[in-house]
Each structure stands twice: as C-alpha cells, then as structure tokens.
C-alpha cells in the first residue's frame, strides 16, 4: 500500500468517525426530550463502539504491515457491558407507594434490584428490606447493601419464610410503611439458560426459583417424567389456562416414554410437535408478536413446581399483617391467575377455597393458609386507583418484557 493511499484511506474514515460521532451527540440530545428514542441511542452507541474498535485494529495493520492485534480483552469487555436492569413500571409504583424520608419500605421481590434502587436514590434515609427466595438475587441485595451503607437488609427466603426472618430482625407487624410485591419470575432468572425457565435458550428442565437450595425440591423435569397424563392435563389447564392441555399432555407422555425430558427445548420441541407446523406461532402476545405454543405450558409448570399462587396469597396476607395503618402496597402482576388472586383479595372476597388456585394442596382438601372470615371483619383496603394499572406504551417498547405487567394499588386502613 503506497503511502497516498494509506494517507486517503485514513482520511475517508475519519470523515466517517467524525460523521457518526455528530449523530451521536444528536442522539444523546434528543434522547433528553423522547424516552421512545433511548433504545435506539443505546444500539447507536453499541455499533459506534465496535466500528471504533476495528477501526482502530485495522489502522495499526495498515501502518506497520502487520498482522491485527489481539483486542480480545476490550472486545469482550465491550460485549459484556448490559443495558442496567430495567424494573416493570417504575414511574407509577413509586408514585402509589409515595415514599417518605426515614419510612421502612419491604421489597418482597427484589430481583435484579431495580424498584429497591430507584427508591434509595429517590428517597433519602428510607430502609428496604430486601426479599427473594433466588440466593442469586440475595447476592446483589448484599452488594447494594453495602453500597448504601446498611439501608438495604436482604433476606433470604419465600413469602411463607417472612414472618419467621422478619421475627428474626425484631421487626414487628404494623412498622412497615410500604410493600411492593413484583409476582412471576425476574428477566435475571429468564435470561440464564441453566435455571430453565426460557424456551428460548436450550438448559436443564428445571425452573425452581430457589435454585439449588433444596435439592430435593422436585424440578420441572421431574414433573413432566413422572405424573400420569390426567394430572399434567390438569396442572396446563389449571396454571397454563391452556385450552389443548389434553393434547400437549398426551404428547408428553408419548415422548418420555422413548426419552426422558430433561431439556428445555427439548420440551418445546415435543409440545410443538403436538401442533400443525401453521400454528406454531399462531398464538400473538400483546405486541401482536408470535408466541410459540408451549408459553403457556412453561408458564404452567413454572408455577406449579414454585406453588406461586399459594405464595402470592401468603405474601399479600404477610403485607397485611406487616403494614401500618395508612401503608401502601403495590402489586405487580404478568398474567390472569395471579392478577384475579390480588383483586380477590383487595376486595375482602373469601379465598379459603384455594383448589383452583393450587390442586398441589394435600391433606382435607383445605389449604392451611386461611381463616378469611375472621381476617375480614379485621382487615380493609382502600383502593388507590379503582381500574388496574397497565404500563404505558413507551414502557413496552422500552422494556418489552412488561408488557402484560399490571399493577393494583391499595391503601391499608
């Protein structure tokens, strides 16, 4: 390469460096104005970032005649920088727990931290207890709680552990001011293929949310391999709400019988195989997106194996018990079970009935959970917003993850 064309080869691509970075700076300008346009900014400034570096690989080639450089480490430093992890609609849970400076705020699902976050750095001097039953989550709970020196007090455990943890700390029913309550499974458990939650992503069948700390917690694979057809029939139709429960759970059993299920896709696959090839992805989300046909069932077996709907009841009781009067709670919900369970439930119905909710109850017939006929005369909530709340349009797109996210605000009296 003659040393004019190297010279008019450099030239031509910092015109273009120069051009890219303008557009970026409009971008972090406009950004300002339009949330719509975050996600684009963000994936501007990802392929600005990996044009850079080859740019900046293949200048060196040119000038020293030279095979390229290893910049393995600040390419897989720059493919390991993540968007932060985005909490289901913030801007109205925390405009319905309105918290003050010095409250005690309990975050029974903290997750990825998001909500716990905002509200450190919204309000000063506020505490939050910080629950998940994922160790996982627990180990960022604590990493944050040292970085607010102490206001973060993470716990370890279920809804059903709460009182006996909070026992532990000498905290009191009737000294929490707020409760949020963030129900389903967190994008951090999703996005990790080895916890077996995403149909996406080949892993374990295994789905537990409280990963490997009981082992002899039975997983999803051992559902699928065990249980007759009748019983995994019901478990689609009853959590699932899957009208083709009979046939997906025929077709299960069909397979198992040649080789155990043990895989995420490969469960997919037999459920798919339970389908014409058209409707595969006939099913639309509320994106109008395809979904594929075993949604329903991995959501199904999710809360089966965690006994989620029994959980949730026995967290919305522990808010009731741990909130003062005039606290607030807020409850996010992500599909129709556990969304008609909360509304029940703020409106003082009796839930001593359960069967449909949870069918993995043993014993009369009679979950162990509930006398709600004496909680009624005891117990009242004021509805914040008298419609359930659903994320905005802007939120979706943003964080498409939400957007069968709704949230019920109440105010106990």
Same mark, same amino acid.
């Given at each position: 390469?003659?040393?004019?064309?190297?010279?008019?080869?450099?030239?031509?691509?910092?015109?273009?460096?120069?051009?890219?970075?303008?557009?970026?700076?409009?971008?972090?300008?406009?950004?300002?104005?339009?949330?719509?346009?975050?996600?684009?900014?963000?994936?501007?400034?990802?392929?600005?970032?990996?044009?850079?570096?080859?740019?900046?690989?293949?200048?060196?080639?040119?000038?020293?005649?030279?095979?390229?450089?290893?910049?393995?480490?600040?390419?897989?430093?720059?493919?390991?920088?993540?968007?932060?992890?985005?909490?289901?609609?913030?801007?109205?849970?925390?405009?319905?727990?309105?918290?003050?400076?010095?409250?005690?705020?309990?975050?029974?699902?903290?997750?990825?931290?998001?909500?716990?976050?905002?509200?450190?750095?919204?309000?000063?001097?506020?505490?939050?207890?910080?629950?998940?039953?994922?160790?996982?989550?627990?180990?960022?709970?604590?990493?944050?709680?040292?970085?607010?020196?102490?206001?973060?007090?993470?716990?370890?455990?279920?809804?059903?552990?709460?009182?006996?943890?909070?026992?532990?700390?000498?905290?009191?029913?009737?000294?929490?001011?707020?409760?949020?309550?963030?129900?389903?499974?967190?994008?951090?458990?999703?996005?990790?293929?080895?916890?077996?939650?995403?149909?996406?992503?080949?892993?374990?069948?295994?789905?537990?949310?409280?990963?490997?700390?009981?082992?002899?917690?039975?997983?999803?694979?051992?559902?699928?391999?065990?249980?007759?057809?009748?019983?995994?029939?019901?478990?689609?139709?009853?959590?699932?709400?899957?009208?083709?429960?009979?046939?997906?759970?025929?077709?299960?059993?069909?397979?198992?019988?040649?080789?155990?299920?043990?895989?995420?896709?490969?469960?997919?696959?037999?459920?798919?195989?339970?389908?014409?090839?058209?409707?595969?992805?006939?099913?639309?989300?509320?994106?109008?997106?395809?979904?594929?046909?075993?949604? @329903?069932?991995?959501?199904?077996? +999710?809360?089966? %194996? *965690?006994?989620?709907?029994?959980?949730?009841?026995?967290? =919305? /009781? &522990? #808010?009731?018990?741990?909130?003062?009067?005039?606290?607030?709670?807020?409850?996010?919900?992500?599909?129709?079970?556990?969304?008609?369970?909360?509304?029940?439930?703020?409106?003082?119905?009796?839930?001593?009935?359960?069967?449909?909710?949870?069918?993995?109850?043993?014993?009369?017939?009679?979950?162990?959970?509930?006398?709600?006929?004496?909680?009624?005369?005891?117990?009242?909530?004021?509805?914040?917003?008298? @419609?359930?709340?659903?994320?905005? +349009?802007?939120? %979706? *797109?943003?964080?498409?993850?939400?957007?069968?996210?709704? =949230? /019920? &605000? #109440?105010?106990?009296?």
């Amino acid at each position: 390469m003659t040393r004019r064309t190297c010279l008019l080869w450099r030239w031509s691509y910092s015109l273009v460096y120069t051009t890219i970075i303008i557009r970026i700076m409009i971008f972090h300008l406009s950004v300002r104005c339009n949330p719509m346009l975050r996600k684009t900014n963000l994936a501007v400034w990802r392929a600005w970032r990996s044009w850079k570096l080859s740019l900046h690989s293949s200048t060196v080639c040119a000038s020293s005649g030279t095979g390229p450089l290893d910049r393995s480490e600040e390419r897989s430093s720059v493919s390991s920088e993540k968007p932060p992890h985005t909490p289901v609609m913030l801007k109205e849970v925390l405009h319905y727990l309105e918290i003050q400076p010095g409250q005690v705020v309990l975050d029974m699902t903290f997750g990825g931290g998001g909500h716990t976050k905002a509200i450190l750095n919204l309000v000063p001097e506020v505490t939050v207890l910080a629950l998940d039953r994922d160790p996982t989550a627990i180990s960022l709970a604590q990493q944050l709680a040292k970085e607010y020196c102490g206001r973060v007090k993470p716990l370890l455990g279920k809804f059903s552990d709460l009182e006996a943890l909070l026992s532990n700390m000498d905290i009191k029913p009737g000294s929490v001011d707020a409760v949020l309550l963030d129900a389903g499974c967190s994008s951090m458990q999703m996005d990790e293929a080895e916890r077996g939650f995403s149909l996406s992503k080949d892993g374990p069948l295994d789905m537990r949310m409280d990963g490997e700390r009981y082992p002899d917690m039975p997983c999803a694979a051992d559902v699928v391999n065990t249980l007759d057809q009748q019983a995994l029939a019901s478990i689609l139709t009853a959590y699932g709400e899957e009208r083709q429960a009979r046939k997906i759970a025929s077709a299960i059993v069909e397979a198992r019988r040649v080789n155990p299920i043990t895989r995420t896709q490969q469960l997919a696959s037999v459920v798919a195989g339970s389908f014409p090839p058209a409707v595969l992805y006939a099913r639309k989300d509320r994106l109008q997106r395809s979904a594929h046909v075993a949604t @329903k069932t991995f959501q199904a077996l +999710r809360i089966f %194996v *965690n006994d989620e709907l029994n959980e949730l009841h026995t967290g =919305l /009781r &522990a #808010a009731r018990s741990l909130l003062a009067p005039g606290g607030r709670l807020c409850v996010i919900t992500f599909h129709s079970l556990e969304d008609r369970l909360v509304k029940r439930y703020l409106q003082g119905e009796d839930l001593s009935n359960l069967d449909h909710f949870s069918p993995r109850k043993q014993g009369n017939g009679k979950p162990k959970l509930v006398d709600e006929n004496r909680d009624r005369r005891d117990v009242y909530w004021l509805p914040l917003q008298r @419609k359930v709340i659903t994320p905005e +349009r802007y939120d %979706v *797109n943003e964080n498409p993850r939400g957007r069968s996210a709704k =949230l /019920r &605000a #109440a105010l106990r009296c």
